[in-house]
């Protein structure tokens, strides 16, 4: 059946809501982690050099979910017949590979430190604060892009945003690190960069596996699903669907079904009945397209 428009589909406005806010974290990203480097090194912190590490880490991200939103909106084209959704699912999998990068290389860090405890310096307290102002700036952020994310329905942009959570958790463990640590407990400092860094791969772990099952054609949720059949069997004229097959194409879903009406109807009247199944389908769900086959019952 032809394409109809869909209203899911990348819009200007979408994009340019997923731009301003990718740009937001970008700057944030960037002061952040220069105070974090800079206080770090001269405290003598290793958790917050490691948030900094983090924090650079989102700056990465930023700069693929920026690329990965500008070629997702590109038209389909000969090569790309079913456009280019995918390039968010793929940079969404990129950014899960970095956090469980960044996050093992702070576990062997930490691992270092603390196998020789007596070299470990007490910090000094100006790495607190810088530790407490990260945490209100990443926590910030988070809910502004997953504000954003939920308004325009981005799976991209969610990840970025639970990304900068995974930050204001991890600044939130630095700050107790490096509170310990200026209490006379100087274990606490590289034990912090040790959790961030289980939490960082953690996080990217999670990341990573979502995006490599929508790569590999994974189908969508149970719910989704039944609102499908749903609004397909509420549909004057089909008497049954059988083969409902569904897919993920970046934060959109492709289905196929089977669709049962009247064998006695004629092709115009069974067309239009699959026209109006496909249309109730695609007004309200991110359907990217309803492929459907006619069988006579």
Same mark, same amino acid.
């Given at each position: 059946?032809s394409p109809?428009?869909?209203s899911?589909?990348?819009t200007p406005?979408?994009?340019?809501a997923? !731009?301003r806010?990718? %740009?937001?974290s970008?700057?944030?990203n960037?002061?952040?982690t220069a105070a974090? &480097?800079?206080v770090?090194l001269?405290?003598?912190?290793q958790?917050?050099?490691?948030?900094a590490i983090?924090? &650079?880490?989102?700056l990465?991200?930023? /700069?693929i979910?920026?690329?990965?939103? @500008?070629?997702?909106?590109k =038209?389909?084209d000969a090569?790309?017949p079913y456009?280019?959704? !995918?390039?968010?699912?793929?940079?969404?999998?990129a950014i899960?590979?970095i956090l469980?990068?960044? /996050?093992?290389?702070?576990? %062997?860090g930490s691992f270092e430190r603390l196998q020789n405890p007596s070299? $470990?310096?007490?910090?000094?307290?100006?790495?607190?604060y +810088?530790a407490l102002? =990260?945490?209100?700036?990443?926590e910030?952020?988070f809910?502004?892009? &997953?504000?954003?994310?939920?308004r325009v329905r981005?799976?991209? &942009?969610?990840?970025?945003? %639970?990304?900068a959570?995974?930050?204001?958790?991890?600044?939130?463990?630095?700050a107790?690190?490096? /509170?310990?640590?200026l209490?006379g407990l100087p274990?606490?400092?590289?034990l912090?960069a040790?959790?961030?860094?289980?939490?960082?791969?953690r996080m990217? %772990? @999670?990341?990573s596996?979502q995006a490599f099952?929508?790569?590999?054609?994974?189908?969508a949720d149970d719910?989704t699903?039944r609102?499908?059949?749903?609004?397909?069997?509420?549909?004057?004229?089909?008497?049954?669907?059988h083969?409902?097959r569904?897919? @993920?194409?970046?934060?959109?879903?492709?289905?196929?079904v089977d $669709?049962?009406?009247?064998g006695?109807?004629t092709?115009?009247?069974g067309?239009a009945?699959a026209?109006?199944?496909r249309? !109730?389908v695609?007004?309200?769900?991110p359907v990217?397209?309803?492929? +459907?086959?006619f069988?006579?019952v």
């Amino acid at each position: 059946m032809s394409p109809l428009p869909n209203s899911h589909i990348e819009t200007p406005d979408r994009q340019a809501a997923a !731009r301003r806010s990718t %740009w937001v974290s970008v700057w944030v990203n960037l002061v952040l982690t220069a105070a974090q &480097l800079v206080v770090g090194l001269f405290a003598h912190s290793q958790a917050l050099v490691a948030d900094a590490i983090h924090s &650079l880490s989102d700056l990465v991200s930023d /700069g693929i979910v920026l690329i990965a939103n @500008k070629h997702s909106a590109k =038209a389909p084209d000969a090569d790309h017949p079913y456009g280019h959704l !995918r390039f968010e699912t793929a940079a969404t999998l990129a950014i899960g590979v970095i956090l469980i990068a960044v /996050g093992l290389g702070m576990l %062997w860090g930490s691992f270092e430190r603390l196998q020789n405890p007596s070299l $470990i310096p007490t910090v000094h307290s100006v790495a607190l604060y +810088t530790a407490l102002f =990260a945490l209100l700036a990443k926590e910030g952020l988070f809910r502004y892009l &997953l504000q954003v994310a939920h308004r325009v329905r981005s799976t991209l &942009l969610v990840a970025n945003a %639970w990304h900068a959570r995974s930050d204001a958790a991890s600044s939130l463990v630095v700050a107790l690190g490096v /509170g310990a640590n200026l209490a006379g407990l100087p274990l606490a400092d590289p034990l912090a960069a040790l959790v961030v860094g289980l939490m960082i791969a953690r996080m990217g %772990w @999670k990341f990573s596996w979502q995006a490599f099952n929508d790569l590999v054609d994974r189908a969508a949720d149970d719910d989704t699903e039944r609102a499908i059949r749903e609004r397909i069997l509420g549909t004057p004229g089909v008497r049954g669907i059988h083969d409902l097959r569904t897919r @993920k194409m970046g934060d959109m879903i492709w289905v196929e079904v089977d $669709i049962e009406m009247d064998g006695r109807l004629t092709i115009e009247a069974g067309h239009a009945i699959a026209v109006e199944a496909r249309q !109730r389908v695609m007004s309200d769900l991110p359907v990217l397209d309803v492929m +459907t086959h006619f069988d006579p019952v």
